[in-house]
């Protein structure tokens, strides 16, 4: 049975129905809905959410996830990031978050798609703050690099959990050091990016292996970390090892944060992408666009589109 701090009530609200009804008319996935993220409504009550490109079918089979996996046979909509750019313009957002599913079928792997949708919201709108939540790809520097010329203002990808646990719990395409190494990679192509990546708890991971893992981020110059409660999706997933406490979860804060991370979010409903547009680095991206007023003018004169 699920702790008391775990509870939610089920999605309602008059916002959430007419941005439901949006995203199903454009034939837009978004991680909210399936990831089944426990935040659903609250997030899209106050006008958020996490956009999921490139389909609802994965090309990897992560024990912890419950989104669909399979094989696309590179099937993708070439509208999508127009689509995209049509519902935040909707959504009336200022920060907005763009993730995928893994599509190893692709020969980019889904970078160029990505890059596109970025560059087409930036062309648009070039006040937005973008995140992007990434696959991988494998490690592949060149394709990293195309998502990083597109200049989201923060680039996470998530190691999900300590290095023991690596193959337990994820694809056996991904890994500890992979993930590292796409973190590391992006610090060293443009400084200026925000890096993020998130752990779950709760699968059976030690203190000190959490700890380690947050000592290897900050090598690679991870500015944001979040920490979860991993919850089992579906009795076919891996099951949790055991719930903890807010107040724990509160303890691995104040560690993180004395370990040098600009901003920390952690709690057992946080997410990844959990309420990115009230997270402090959106403070700081617009502390740092009033200091350098050319920053619109640069922006637009790098864009591909």
């Known amino acids: 049975m699920k702790p008391s701090w775990l509870k939610v009530r089920p999605p309602a609200g008059e916002n959430y129905n007419e941005i439901k009804d949006m995203l199903s008319k454009l034939n837009l996935a978004t991680v909210c809905q399936e990831a089944r993220c426990p935040n659903i409504a609250e997030c899209w009550s106050g006008g958020t959410a996490t956009f999921m490109l490139m389909g609802e079918v994965c090309t990897r089979g992560c024990k912890f996830c419950a989104v669909k996996t399979g094989n696309p046979r590179g099937v993708i909509d070439v509208d999508e990031p127009y689509k995209v750019g049509y519902a935040i313009a909707q959504m009336k957002l200022d920060y907005v978050v763009i993730t995928s599913v893994d599509r190893d079928d692709l020969p980019d792997e889904g970078a160029g798609h990505f890059a596109k949708t970025i ?5 648009q709108r070039p006040e937005m703050i973008v995140e992007i939540l990434t696959p991988d790809f494998k490690g592949q520097k060149h394709l990293i690099e195309i998502l990083v010329d597109a200049h989201p203002d923060v680039f996470a990808h998530n190691i999900e959990t300590v290095e023991r646990l ?11 050091q992979q993930s590292m190494g796409v973190l590391e990679f992006i610090k060293q192509k443009d400084p200026s990016i925000y890096t993020k990546s998130s752990l779950m708890l709760g699968l059976g991971e030690e203190d000190e292996e959490i700890r380690q ?3 290897d981020l900050r090598k690679v110059g991870c500015d944001v970390v979040t920490f ?3 919850l089992q999706p579906t009795k076919k997933h891996i099951p949790v090892a055991n719930y903890v406490t807010p107040e724990k979860f ?4 104040v560690e993180a944060e004395g370990m040098g991370f600009l901003y920390v979010a952690s709690g057992p409903l946080v997410r990844s992408s959990y309420k990115a547009g009230e997270f402090f680095i959106k403070g700081i991206i617009e502390k740092n666009r009033k200091e350098n ?5 640069n922006y637009q004169n790098s864009v591909r589109v």
């Open 166 to 176: 690596q193959k337990q719990v994820r694809d056996v395409r991904a890994g500890y």
């Open 228 to 230: 979860g409660q991993y």
């Open 250 to 253: 509160k303890e691995w804060q």
């Open 119 to 123: 560059e087409t919201i930036k062309s």
């Open 293 to 297: 007023p050319a920053w619109k003018s």
């Open 213 to 215: 893992t947050l000592k």
